[in-house]
Nanobody, 123 residues
Framework: QVQLVESGGGLAQAGGSLRLSCAAS????????MGWFRQAPGKERDFVAS???????FYAYSVKGRFTISRDNAKNTLYLQMNSLKPEDTAIYYC?????????????????WGQGTQVTVSS
């Protein structure tokens, strides 16, 4: 099991930037494919980005070119750099861990979740 704690959320203006962090503890962080998901009020939880154990990345179309997912295995930390923010990016952002080398866009394939961090983008 790996335990996850997100930080870095907050309020930003449209066009601005935020960087989310996800600190992992427990089992070897480097063994896990990691993902970011988000859930807006009244909506289902959606895939945002994922990074494999080997560093391959995949993004949702809505954030591609604006968001960057990265990981620092030495620090047991996952990041999401969010640029050119839009009001529609407003959501609770969750990091998740998958004990696999393969990327997945389905939240059902991730067994470990953080508590979430709120991101609010004003117009």
């Amino acid at each position: 099991q790996v335990q996850l704690v997100e930080s870095g959320g907050g309020l930003a203006q449209a066009g601005g930037s935020l960087r989310l962090s996800c600190a992992a503890s427990g089992r070897a962080f480097s063994d896990y494919t990691m993902g970011w998901f988000r859930q807006a009020p009244g909506k289902e939880r959606d895939f945002v980005a994922s990074i494999s154990t080997g560093g391959s990345t995949f993004y949702a179309y809505s954030v591609k070119g604006r968001f960057t997912i990265s990981r620092d295995n030495a620090k047991n930390t996952l990041y999401l750099q969010m640029n050119s923010l839009k009001p529609e990016d407003t959501a609770i952002y969750y990091c998740a861990a998958r004990n696999s080398v393969l990327i997945s866009t389905s939240d059902t394939n991730y067994a470990n979740w953080g508590q979430g961090t709120q991101v609010t983008v004003s117009s």
